[in-house]
């Protein structure tokens, strides 16, 4: 398949492991200013945004999930560059409770204003423990977790380091968009690839 240039477009992924699996979860930024990010500059990215999302991140989790990196990548070419960020370790969850099975997630739903598929997103967390549900629907307590994550991944723009903002990719339209606010649902979905041994 031939590689597709997104302008002025990053891709930054948050690493994580459980029962011997890789789990990851990847987020878009459009880039505030014109030109092509550093190695360094990304790896600055990746760190800054742990900083700023991993609490978060981490408190919707039990303790089983243990997260491991952060990685960016620029999508402007083929050639753009990567940067990483590995977590001081161990970084588990802090919910200390046996997990869900690992296909369980609860979805936060990305809007951007626009309609139409290309200019919305989704994100499956994964990591979630028993008590983060009732039957199929989520607590209030897991809702304003999964709330104050969306906040922070949200809010993010790099603060001191390449301006970003949270955006939405669009393969279909070769475009990216800012995001204007977050749903989380509280029905449980499921990614079956995530059960041990069937991939991330």
């Known amino acids: 398949m031939p590689h597709v240039d997104y302008p002025r ?9 459980s029962e011997g ?22 790896d600055t990215l990746c760190q800054n945004f742990w900083t700023a999302i991993g609490l978060a991140y981490r408190n919707c989790c039990g303790i089983n999930v243990n997260f ?17 960020y590995a977590i001081p ?3 588990p ?15 936060i739903s990305w809007r951007t204003g626009l309609s139409g598929r290309s200019a919305r997103g ?14 199929s629907t989520l607590t209030n307590a897991q809702i304003a977790l999964l709330t104050a994550l ?13 301006g970003v903002l949270f955006s939405i990719l669009s393969k279909t ?10 749903i989380i649902d509280a029905i449980m979905d499921s990614q079956r690839r995530r059960l041990p041994g069937r991939g991330n």
Not at 9 to 17: D, I
Not at 21 to 38: C, D, K, M, Q, W
Not at 122 to 135: K, P, V
């Open 150 to 162: 969306s906040n922070a991944i949200g809010s993010f723009t790099n603060a001191g380091g390449v």
């Open 93 to 107: 969850g802090t919910i200390n409770a046996d997990l869900m099975p690992a296909n369980c997630a609860a979805v």
């Open 122 to 135: 989704r994100s499956y967390i994964f990591g979630l423990q028993d008590g983060a549900a009732i039957g």
């Open 173 to 182: 339209l070769v475009n990216t968009f800012p995001v204007r606010n977050a």
């Open 9 to 17: 477009t990053v891709e930054v992924v948050v690493h994580a492991q």
């Open 68 to 84: 491991t990196a952060v990685t960016a990548r620029d999508l402007q070419s083929v050639a753009g560059a990567v940067g990483t």
């Open 89 to 91: 370790q161990p970084a």
């Open 21 to 42: 699996s890789e789990r990851a979860n990847v987020f878009h930024f459009y880039l505030v200013a014109i030109g092509f990010p550093t190695a360094t500059q990304l």
